[in-house]
């Protein structure tokens, strides 16, 4: 696809292939052969769409696309045009979008040759309005949806196209204040009747007589007088029967699905079908000559027909070979009956079929708008979609009539486009320089003027109005007088018929039963034969591709009035929003000035504002996203803490609930924020390599697990809703990776399997996990957490809850091994007493752990109801203060035979929250002394020296009390004050002694172990060995902090307290 300059798609960095431009307002030279040629590029390429502006030009690919899926719904919905690919969902969601944005009902018109994909595009509008439109009544979206197989009673194939439309429709879509759609209505009009009776060589009659008689069943087909194709003189014409690509059995099933969605009822359906095969038994009907007068030929042809239109035959027969004539005879009314002759009989049985067939399409648009009937009208988006210009190597009424409609048509479309968008700038007083185009409009005249010189439709009236029964001479009639009455008019020629210069091109029309089909009722529709193909560069020419280029080129691509423009963007600026108060347009500026919009791409009009480039639109209104994305992330951001916080106290209430009057707590637990994953599982695949996929992670932390010896070794917990997981560390022995340290699944305990959980009565972090085969011993810090998530999914899992079992003496039921002294398994005991300090004391001894701790809260406490999770006063909006709801991150854990590097610190670390007696650590020494040019910088990155290395002497540095001129002073007690030299120049303040400056207050500090990239505008940067001071410290994780004069929030897992 083409790029917009240095403009590219976010696709376009993906070895997409480009294919000439996708907005021929690019096209370096403006030409028709330079339009078919972009045009055949991106064809080949299967790019079918391309813009011109704001006008989506679509080439039908006679294949079917793959990109009108979910994804692409997806991608196109709330986009700009040109964030993506030319698209019709783009055209679509702009309709819908500008609809609800303006309040003002929105109109498609999709114009172009018969076979140019034109009700596929329709249809792929309204598919795609339908899915991006919320909810609304899903009655009212199926019904919309499910209309297009009732076109089967519409639709045709041709020459050109297998499912061609022989109808003109406007399908409006009505949508409630809201944006959902909650009713419709369908407008049909120019049904080609004529189709119903004869077509072209190798074309087919209206889809639903093939489609009853190939899926029909038994009884139906039996009590229709269904049989075969070549039965029917109405389908056996053309010689064509089947379609490739069109299945005629499944196709009727799904019109009957259709009439049934739409609330047709089965009785309405089965007459819908009888007069569908009696038009078809109609037509088996044929004449025969007697005595100048028509007469049926083969009367049992009669019987059917009369059966299923519920009609006596014999009145049928009456009525197909003779008329009523109304006349007056000597000032009275009469009627009189006369005899027709064959041609005429055939004439009048058409005439019944083609009314028969249009009555029941008539009826089924009904159906559909009686379902999706509104009483009131809000906010609707039209689609019109009519049947293309057709130039045959014969043109007779049908093709005068199509044309003169699509002739109006390309008015409506240069008026909306090429005229209209001009003369407003003019009005609008935009510096403009007009550019020349054809306008039809001496076209249209030509053909439907009613004034001096009439037009061909206005002599056309006037001699049906004069003819007599036979119609031969009244269209020489129309001839002679079309030559003398506009001969002279440029778009005007005669030959043995009359030509028009449409605006699509020379068309030559055969005058022979103009007259005759303009008269009658029954002949006023269309009838269209496709007899010849267009070229592209004549569509090109007819569509006035190139002038519209030209237009959009020189002209601009977004236009609004003030008022609408100021309230889009008016939250851009503080000034315009939530309203301006001044001068619309002045408002205006000031909101172009403020984003900084150069000058040369817009212009201010009278009432409207004028943006040239799309780009600088979509600047506009990607600033304006932001903005929106910028206050919905501050609500966002403020409900999800508060829904935190209550989720927080739920949890602590429901933990509480299990240990209350059980055990004793810790003092900084007991209010502590629950995060669940403390070893940030999203960024440890080896870790995760261990749980099944997307298996949810509920907890996860690093704890300590103790053997049948009672020694410790580091195993990182994980609990999933399935299980709970031991994953440690192990050097590879054989191998490419042999000594290696690999992560290695140590234990995997269904959480269904677990028969119990031992906790003792004190303040210890120390719990057994009972499970048939063996027990595990593990000492985790956030005990409390773990117990009340693995009860929670131990309830689910088995309808009980988890037995807790309390007390200071535990048993441990021992793995058995395959060999050695622990073949039989056996146990041991732990047990728990009264000691001193916050810190567990383990001695172990042969079958027995003894653990000692000091007391810690009463058993009976329960956590405080005030939010503790709160780090600022209520009255404090500084953008410090603020704990972010996102977990603290954990630290980069390295790993070195077997066991955690820093898992000494990661220990203490979370015991640093529970203890307030933790002394320094041996290795980091505070400075005492600072140096000549004042304090170290506590952001500085140099380490300090080895413990084990003696400290620099750093006398030389030390600042006697009295200044330099202490230092000359006698070191006695009593005596004469030294007497300064007369060499030495006097001290500031003749001598007196210098003030003691006040002591900084001392703040505590920690140490960055790890480098940390802050993620917000609220936290701190730093690098490993930073000094940061600490200014508040969070049980969430969360610190708060400052470091080189700037104050934030840093996780506390990355720092060791100094």
């Keep these: 696809m083409g790029s917009r300059g240095h403009y590219r798609y976010h696709w376009q960095s993906h070895n997409v292939k480009q294919s000439g431009v996708d907005d021929m307002v690019l096209l370096s030279k403006i030409s028709e052969d330079a339009v078919v040629e972009n045009l055949k590029k991106r064809y080949m390429d299967d790019f079918i769409f391309t813009y011109i502006g704001p006008v989506l030009i679509s080439v039908n690919p006679f294949k079917q696309m793959p990109y009108f899926g979910d994804k692409e719904v997806e991608m196109y919905q709330g986009s700009a045009q040109y964030e993506n690919p030319p698209h019709i969902y783009a055209l679509a969601d702009n309709m819908y979008r500008n609809m609800m944005i303006d309040r003002e009902n929105q109109c498609v018109i999709i114009s172009g040759e018969s076979g140019a994909g034109k009700t596929v595009a329709a249809k792929y509008i309204m598919s795609y309005i339908s899915r991006v439109s919320g909810g609304g009544d899903r009655h009212v ?156 030929e083969n009367e049992e042809f009669l019987a059917f027909p009369a059966f299923l239109l519920g009609v006596d035959p014999m009145r049928l027969k009456e009525k197909l070979t003779s008329r009523k004539m109304d006349g007056k005879w000597g000032g009275k009314q009469e009627s009189i009956d006369v005899t027709l002759n064959v041609e005429q009989a055939c004439f009048t049985r058409d005439a019944l079929s083609k009314a028969l067939h249009s009555r029941i399409f008539d009826f089924l648009v009904e159906s559909i708008n009686k379902a999706v009937v509104k009483d009131h009208e809000e906010l609707n988006i039209g689609v019109l979609d009519i049947y293309g210009f057709e130039i045959f190597q014969k043109n007779g009424f049908e093709q005068f009539c199509i044309n003169f409609v699509n002739e109006k048509l390309q008015q409506i479309f240069i008026e909306l486009t090429l005229k209209a968008e001009q003369e407003e700038y003019v009005q609008e007083g935009i510096k403009w320089t007009a550019i020349e185009y054809f306008n039809n409009k001496i076209v249209c005249d030509l053909i439907e003027s009613k004034v001096n010189p009439p037009g061909i439709m206005s002599i056309l009236d006037d001699v049906c109005a004069t003819m007599h029964a036979k119609g031969e001479g009244a269209d020489q009639t129309l001839l002679q007088k079309l030559r003398v009455g506009i001969n002279s008019h440029e778009h005007f020629n005669s030959n043995q018929g009359f030509i028009i210069h449409h605006y699509a091109g020379k068309v030559s029309y055969d005058a022979e039963g103009f007259c005759e089909r303009n008269r009658d009722v029954l002949f006023t529709d269309l009838i269209e034969l496709m007899q010849s193909s267009e070229m592209v560069k004549h569509q090109v020419e007819y569509l006035g591709l190139k002038e519209n280029i030209r237009v959009r080129r020189a002209g601009y691509a977004y236009r609004r009035i003030f008022q609408k423009f100021l309230n889009r963007y008016a939250i851009l600026t503080k000034e315009t929003w939530p309203s301006w108060h001044g001068d619309e347009k002045q408002g205006v500026l000031h909101l172009l000035r403020t984003v900084h919009m150069e000058q040369d791409q817009y212009q201010l009009g009278r009432t409207k504002i004028f943006i040239k480039a799309p780009e600088s639109l979509f600047l506009l209104e990607e600033m304006r996203e932001r903005k929106f994305d910028g206050y919905a992330r501050a609500i966002q951001k403020a409900w999800r803490q508060y829904v935190a916080r209550k989720k927080y106290v739920q949890m602590r209430e429901e933990a509480s609930d299990l240990l209350v009057n059980r055990k004793e707590r810790r003092r900084h637990s007991l209010n502590r924020n629950f995060v669940g994953d403390y070893l940030g599982m999203d960024d440890r695949p080896e870790l995760r390599q261990f749980l099944a996929k997307r298996e949810k992670v509920e907890f996860a932390d690093k704890i300590t697990k103790y053997d049948r010896r009672f020694k410790g070794i580091k195993r990182d917990l994980i609990l999933t809703p399935k299980s709970v997981y031991l994953i440690g560390r192990e050097k590879v022995k054989q191998g490419p990776d042999k000594g290696q340290v690999t992560e290695v699944l140590k234990r995997r305990i269904e959480v269904d399997k677990i028969l119990a959980v031992s906790l003792s009565t004190l303040q210890d972090d120390f719990l ?34 988890l037995p807790l079992k309390f007390g200071n003496t535990m048993e441990l039921k021992l793995k058995k091994e395959s060999w050695g002294p622990w073949s039989a398994g056996g146990s041991r005991q732990v047990q728990f007493i009264q000691g001193q300090g916050d810190e567990a004391v383990l001695k172990p001894s042969n079958k027995m752990l003894q653990v000692s701790v000091g007391p810690g809260l009463a058993k009976n406490t329960r956590p405080t109801k005030k939010n503790t999770t709160q780090s600022r006063p209520s009255g404090h909006r500084g953008p410090h203060h603020h704990i972010p709801t996102r977990v603290a991150p954990g630290p980069p854990v390295g790993h070195q035979n077997g066991s955690v590097k820093n898992s000494t610190h990661s220990a203490n670390q979370r015991n640093s929250q529970y203890s307030n007696q933790r002394p320094p650590p041996s290795n980091q020494a505070r400075p005492v002394l600072p140096t000549p040019g004042g304090q170290k910088e506590r952001g500085s990155s140099k380490a300090p020296p080895p413990s084990n290395q003696a400290p620099p002497n750093l006398d030389c540095l030390r600042v006697p009390d009295q200044g330099a001129a202490g230092s000359r002073r006698p070191s006695t007690n009593g005596g004469n004050a030294h007497r300064q030299s007369t060499n030495s120049r006097p001290p500031p303040g003749a001598g007196r002694p210098k003030p003691v400056p006040k002591p900084k207050p001392q703040v505590p500090q920690c140490k960055a172990l790890y480098a940390y990239d802050a993620q917000d505008t609220d936290e701190l940067s730093f690098n490993a060995d930073d000094l940061i001071d600490i200014i508040k410290e969070d049980a969430s994780g969360w610190w708060t902090g400052r470091l080189r004069g700037k104050q934030g929030l840093f996780p506390n897992n990355y720092v060791t307290k100094i």
Aim: hydrophobic fraction near 35%.
């Design 141 to 296: 979206k199926d019904i919309i949806l499910q209309s297009n197989p009732l076109l089967g009673f519409g639709n045709a194939k041709t020459i050109r196209n297998n499912n061609s439309s022989r109808f003109g429709k406007y399908f409006e879509i009505q949508f409630s204040t809201g944006g959902e759609p909650d009713g419709g209505k369908i407008s049909n009009f120019l049904l080609e009747k004529s189709r119903v009776v004869s077509r072209n060589p190798g074309e087919r009659s209206f889809h639903i007589f093939y489609q009853l008689i190939e899926g029909a069943g038994a009884d139906q087909k039996s009590s229709l007088g269904v049989t075969t194709l070549d039965y029917y003189t109405y389908l056996n014409q053309s010689g064509s029967y089947k379609v490739d690509d069109i299945n005629d059995k499944s196709d009727f099933k799904e019109t009957m699905h259709a009439m049934s969605v739409i609330g047709i009822s089965l009785e309405e359906r089965n007459l819908v079908l009888q007069i569908v095969a009696g038009v078809l038994h109609l037509g088996n009907i044929t004449f025969k000559e007697a005595g100048n007068y028509a007469a049926v």
């Design 768 to 801: 057994i996990l009972h499970e048939q085969e063996y027990d595990s011993l593990v000492e985790c810090v956030f005990k409390t957490e773990f117990i009340s998530v693995l009860s929670r999914r131990y309830e689910e899992k088995t309808q009980r809850k």
